[in-house]
């Protein structure tokens, strides 16, 4: 194999044989001023090169070129060459190259509406409140101003919107202010407490940002929702949102004044709760509403005759507080109707049903008893025509027959519209004869059961 380091020849001291000579470094560096170099000479040095970098990884026996003063590590350890590989040095943590900060104005409209509620601004508001209140999920505006808590939950909203719906709103005191602190005054860090319902507050907020499709479809029987529509009227006439209490007002009593049935009752409010009676009763008593009322009352004593779990107290205890002595009548009444005397066991008495009334409501309940019996009684004979088939004499009398499928045990009301009913369907579907007969029967038993209805409350109070 041929040595691969750089030789070259000089006479021996004979000057006969040449001989070879290490090169030292002062020989290659007279090489490197050289303007012209033979190109075995590099090749030779690059070789040297690379098998100097090579061995830091892989053992490799190169012939040394210059003599070391420590002695070579012998060929046949070639391990020790690599018996540690020195591992990569880690690398230092780069410094985080500072971000500027995003102007608020560089923000996207889409970026904007994106951001949750839980912003600066909610912390703001959130500062003065305790803990536990939430975020409401639709009226929370980012570009509201005002801050409203009622209950545990927080509303935000455009203080123009507001003051809008009710210029006089610093009259009706919906927020408790201090004395001396006015509305102007008000700003997004203060939070106005509302002492109301969710509902009836989430009812306002709908009735001030609602779009006209949302309140088109609030005139509609099959669509409104009742409920919010009441809550919106209350809250509109406590703190005069003048308009909106108008316009409230105006599609309520369409919904309930229309598409009666046989027997005056409305579809919007047997939908109602008793809840929504109670404060449909209480908006409009006091607003020259005596129809819409009347359809009211008949609405609830229905449900009471016909569920006879209903309670009549309540209707009664809530009635007497707002001094309705006709609506209390009608209750008394249908109190009677649905009322089931049974036999004592082993006598031929009969038991006082039981009752929740008080002692004053009792009173009342049997004295409407006793007198409306008696009335029955005196109208028992039919009154006298010259002519009259015996069919209308006959249906008369019919309407004091015991009552053996356990109907109720005073009904006048119930008794005279069934005849007009019966006499009716005779006149115009039977005999010739029958519908010649103008005895007036029909009338006159539609004639009592008005002046009955409108004597009613005399019948359970004693009239001053």
Known sequence: MMNDTAVELQPSAEGS????????????????????????????????????????????????AVPQAVPATPATKPAAAVAITPAPPTPAPATPKPVP??????????????????????????????PGVIIDKDYFFADGNWVFRVSNTLFKLPRFLVMRGSPKLHTANMFNLPPGKPLESITESDILVVNESLEDFRALCWGLTATPDE??????????????????????????????????RKVI????????????????????????????????????SEYLLDLVYCEW????????????????????????????????????????????????????????????QMFCFYRGFWSLSHYWASIRAPPEREKHGDYCARAWETMWD?????????????????????????????TRASRSCHCGYKEYAEGLQEDLLQSLGDHFFVQG
């Open 402 to 430: 015991s009552n053996e499928d356990g109907g109720p045990i005073l009904d006048p009301l119930g008794k005279l519209a069934e005849l007009s009913r019966t006499l009716s369907d005779t006149m115009s579907a039977t």
């Open 17 to 64: 044989v040449p001989q070879k000579r290490p090169r030292d470094v002062k020989d290659v560096d007279e090489d490197q001023t050289n303007a012209i170099e033979p190109a075995s000479k590099r090749a030779n040095i690059a070789a040297s090169v690379v098998a100097t970098v090579v061995s830091a990884t892989i053992p490799v026996a190169v012939p040394a």
């Open 215 to 248: 309140t088109e479809r609030q005139t509609y029987q099959s669509l409104v929702d009742f409920s919010k529509m009441l809550s919106l009227l209350y809250m509109a006439q406590k703190y005069l949102f003048t308009k909106y209490e108008k316009w409230a």
């Open 301 to 360: 004593t229905s449900r009471l005759k016909a569920n006879p779990a209903l309670s009549t107290r309540e209707a009664l205890d809530f009635a007497e507080a707002l001094d309705l002595q006709g609506f209390q009548s009608e209750i008394y009444y249908a109190e009677l109707t649905r009322t089931q005397v049974k036999q004592k066991p082993g006598s031929i008495a009969h038991a006082i049903p039981p009752s929740d009334f008080n002692d004053k």
């Open 101 to 130: 900060p995003i102007p608020k104005t560089s923000a996207t409209p889409q970026a904007q509406s994106q951001q949750p509620k839980t912003s600066s601004q909610v912390t703001t508001a959130q500062r003065s409140a305790p």
């Open 253 to 288: 009593a369409k919904l309930c004044t229309t598409r009666l049935d046989a027997e005056r009752r409305n579809p919007s409010l047997r939908k109602c709760s008793i809840s929504d009676l109670k404060r449909l009763i209480i908006l409009y008593q006091k607003k020259s």
